[in-house]
């Protein structure tokens, strides 16, 4: 055992969960958020507010949470990197054996913490455990129905993310030696949080599902960052990053290309290129459209990258989306 390993056993509090909350000008939402956490039926836990260069009163919101719960609350400030890099520096933060993320416009419900580490406790070998989660708009009030895949139970991330995300971020629960194996969140401004949980996926970690609702995912008037690859190139490039990285997780965790995932993932790299061609990254849409055709070998995409290649990817790709229109 090397010294910076035993520093980091002697440093795990046993049973204490470590919530990390990244926020940028939230105020009110991460009152709402912190709450939900220091509501929960589980003891001990600890909350770090990661202040990701806020510029309004959220600094002294999140100072006056700390002063209210010295205890159980903690406050970092750093200049506006970006939710992923705010995470990151909460995990290094972190003493807990569990780790839990979430946004600041998101809430737990009273129970998670209860549910999910009794879950982990009869299951040793799971790496995180997830369960169901509700999504509405804030102001709505909320129904008992599952978003995304959290209605369903999986054994492992793969080949299921394939087909999308199962969860949002604040759906799972981590053991925290788990989340230190594979490393520290991405640069990416988009999908960081996927390309995170699949890289926990590459190396065929073990879920346990807990068949209740956990949590809640909000939204909110506003552009989201989730979106932002629609108006932001460079974020619209991480995008595509993100998902050539999923890829080669996938591939990690043995998933085949012969199998229905790979190939409906081969269908959304293909329109990805297509996307990709419209905004004129040609090289960029040439290799994405390359990765479809290594999993499917299909002559649609040989064919529609030589006619991009002859007449212009814009032209065609726009031509194309007006067909299937």
């Not at 737990?108 to 790496?127: D, N, R, S, Y």
């Not at 981590?174 to 890289?199: H, M, N, Q, T």
């Not at 990805?272 to 290799?287: C, I, Y």
Request: aromatic share 8%; proline share 4%; glycine share 8%.
């Amino acid at each position: 055992m090397t010294a910076k390993d035993h520093s980091y056993i002697s440093n795990t509090v046993g049973g204490l969960v470590s919530t990390i909350i990244p926020v940028y000008n939230r105020p009110a939402l991460l009152r709402e958020a912190v709450g939900s956490v220091l509501a929960q039926t589980y003891r001990p836990i600890e909350i770090i507010i990661v202040n990701d260069g806020s510029t309004d009163e959220t600094v002294s919101v999140a100072e006056d949470l700390k002063r209210e719960n010295p205890l159980e609350v903690r406050v970092v400030h750093q200049p506006n990197f970006g939710p992923g890099a705010a995470r990151e520096v909460g995990r290094l933060q972190a003493k807990g054996e569990f780790v839990q993320y979430l946004d600041s416009d998101d809430l737990l419900l009273p129970c998670k913490f209860e549910l999910q580490i009794a879950g982990l406790l009869v299951c040793p070998e799971c790496t995180l455990s997830y369960g169901k989660t509700r999504e509405y708009m804030i102001g709505e009030s909320p129904s008992d129905v599952a978003t995304r895949r959290t209605g369903e139970r999986h054994e492992t991330i793969f080949p299921a993310a394939l087909k999308g995300r199962l969860w949002a971020t604040e759906t799972p629960l981590f053991r925290r030696a788990a989340l230190r194996g594979i490393g520290p969140w991405s640069s990416l401004k988009v999908l960081e949080d996927w390309e995170y949980e699949c890289r926990l996926g590459a190396g065929g970690s073990m879920l346990h599902y807990c068949d209740e609702f956990v949590s809640d995912h909000r939204h909110h008037a506003g552009m989201r960052e989730g979106l932002r690859w629609q108006e932001d190139l460079k974020v619209f490039e991480d995008m595509l990053t993100a998902h050539i990285m999923v890829l080669k997780y996938a591939r990690d965790a043995g998933v085949a290309d012969t199998s229905p995932e790979m190939k409906h993932y081969a269908r959304n790299l293909f329109r990805l290129a297509r996307d990709t061609g419209v905004r004129r990254l040609r090289v960029h849409a040439s290799h994405l459209l390359k990765l479809a055709n290594d999993i499917d070998h299909g002559v649609e995409y040989r064919a529609y990258r030589w006619i991009s290649i002859i007449l212009g990817w814009k032209l065609v790709a726009i031509c194309s989306q007006r067909l299937v229109e």
